[in-house]
């Protein structure tokens, strides 16, 4: 029997899935904008009540349901930074789902059973949780990227997503599958134990399903060789729900990433790192060097994000566990980075005509300032310039690197920083030194998506110059892991 008591600790999933069902059902009996605006703004309720309840579980250490869920600093931390992901994301949905033509309560249910999915993924130290957290985000983002339907990039897009998805979710099945046949065991702190004990490295079972399970994870952080999907998914999906995936999806990945190889694997560090090292240097160089001959901003963009990736690779394949807050303090400068960007791609669409080419940049400067200021801040920060947080969340991975003697690959991580400043810098000049070539319209302005990159201006400035609060509370975040 499970105790009652037990199910006050999971309230902020609790409140996200009864929202998303109330949405559900708006969007199933009532159509139209003012029903789409009502589901947004519950949404929104929902987020900020479920974002509560997540901060009054900070401090909490406690396993719960037979051990198949965990409620820690660790996993607080992510919910947090997911729960920031859905509330912008919803507000700049706003007048971009009317604009497009997707605007419904099912879009907002959508949303929050993906945060649901997410938080699964990080809050336990199972497997199978582990696994189910994965499901339910997918399946939401499968959904999400195919809104467009009469875009034959979207409907590409969420195909494309769905059938590599499969197999990579096939893989970290059979990865699991592997290990449980090898050890017996799915929990994953019973599973260091068993591994500090017996050792089985040299079962070929054992190795294997740990293969299985980087290609599984890599495909969900877009890591290489993984990543092929990345760029055309990015590209065809809604800009909204790019930015959703960009920031949402990757956070969760490396949250459950971590956890599994930090808590069970952490023994056999020797043999995955090797792996993991090589893949870090491959996907910071092809990243970068592919993203500077994209004209697309979102393709661009994309091969950005994977680069970034790379970029978090670094500091986890080192194995110091006192340097895993580096990761979570990237997660989150690296959330507000992109969702501002994503922002102004949203901003310079239209009804069918997205403008994502890098052309369509120039003249920004002058046509509107305030954009082209917030895009330039955001472009800088993803570069790493200082004082933005993008520079400090760079400086403490790239330190936790040659703090743990992994020299080489923070000197080739550096040079990715500078190459990657090349794509960047290339939008900025578009929009300050280059005559516009052709006449984008009326700039859809509307006063969310200012709110918005106002906010995310905000963090990346108070997260540069005082970094120190936030790297205190990924600090003790990542406690459970010393």
Not at 236 to 258: D, E
Not at 269 to 284: E, R
Not at 388 to 406: C, E, T
Request: aromatic content about 14%; proline content about 3%; charged content about 10%.
């Amino acid at each position: 029997m499970i105790p009652a008591s037990e199910f006050k600790w999971i309230l902020p999933e609790i409140i996200l899935t009864g929202w998303a069902l109330v949405l559900l059902l708006i969007g199933g009996f009532s159509k139209g904008a003012l029903s789409s605006r009502i589901s947004g703004i519950l949404c929104l309720v929902g987020s900020f009540s479920a974002l509560f309840c997540t901060l009054n579980l900070w401090g909490v250490n406690i396993d719960i349901f037979n051990k198949l869920y965990t409620i820690d600093d660790y996993g607080t931390f992510l919910k947090v930074v997911f729960l920031i992901v859905l509330t912008l994301v919803t507000i700049i949905s706003f007048r971009y789902t009317e604009r497009e033509g997707i605007a419904s309560g099912e879009y907002y249910s959508l949303l929050m059973f993906g945060v649901l999915g997410m938080m699964v993924m990080v809050s336990s130290h199972h497997f199978i949780t582990i696994f189910i957290g994965l499901e339910v985000m997918s399946l939401s983002i499968y959904i999400l990227c195919g809104l467009l339907r009469n875009n034959v990039k979207s409907v590409e897009a969420s195909l494309k997503y769905f059938l590599l998805g499969a197999f990579a979710t096939a893989f970290l099945l059979y990865g699991i599958a592997l290990i449980y046949g090898s050890t017996g065991i799915l929990d994953l702190v019973e599973l260091k134990r068993y591994l500090l004990t017996k050792q089985p490295f040299a079962v070929t079972m054992f190795l294997a399903g740990i293969g299985l399970l980087i290609v599984g994870f890599g495909f969900k952080i877009a890591s290489v060789p993984f990543h092929m999907w990345t760029p055309d998914v990015y590209q065809g999906a809604p800009t909204s729900i790019t930015a959703y995936m960009a920031t949402g999806v990757k956070a969760a990945a490396f949250g459950a990433l971590v956890r599994v190889f930090y808590t069970a694997l952490l023994p056999f560090i020797c043999g995955w790192s090797t792996i993991l090292w090589v893949i870090a240097v491959l996907t910071m160089c092809i990243g970068n060097i592919t993203a500077l001959v994209q004209r697309d901003v979102k393709r661009l963009l994309a091969y950005s994000s994977i680069a970034h990736a790379g970029y978090i690779l670094v500091a986890f394949i080192t194995g110091d566990r006192e340097f895993t807050s580096s990761i979570l303090f990237y997660l989150l400068v690296y959330t507000f980075m992109n969702i501002g960007a994503f922002t102004v791609v949203i901003m310079l669409g239209r009804n069918g005509e997205e403008n994502t080419d890098i052309d369509s940049y120039a003249g920004l400067g002058v046509r509107r300032p305030f954009i082209a200021l917030c895009m330039s801040i955001f472009l800088l920060s993803l570069a790493g310039i200082p004082p933005l947080a993008g520079f400090a969340g760079k400086f403490y991975v790239i330190s936790a690197a040659v703090k743990s003697q992994y020299y080489w690959l923070a000197v080739i991580a550096v040079l990715n920083s500078v190459v990657a400043a090349y794509y960047y810098l290339r939008i900025i000049t578009n929009m300050y030194f280059k005559e516009p070539i052709r006449e984008l319209g009326v700039i859809d302005d509307a006063p969310q998506y200012g709110f918005v990159m106002l906010v995310c201006v905000w963090a990346l400035f108070h997260m540069g110059i005082f970094p120190r609060m936030f790297i205190l509370l990924a600090q003790q975040a990542t406690r459970i892991f010393l």
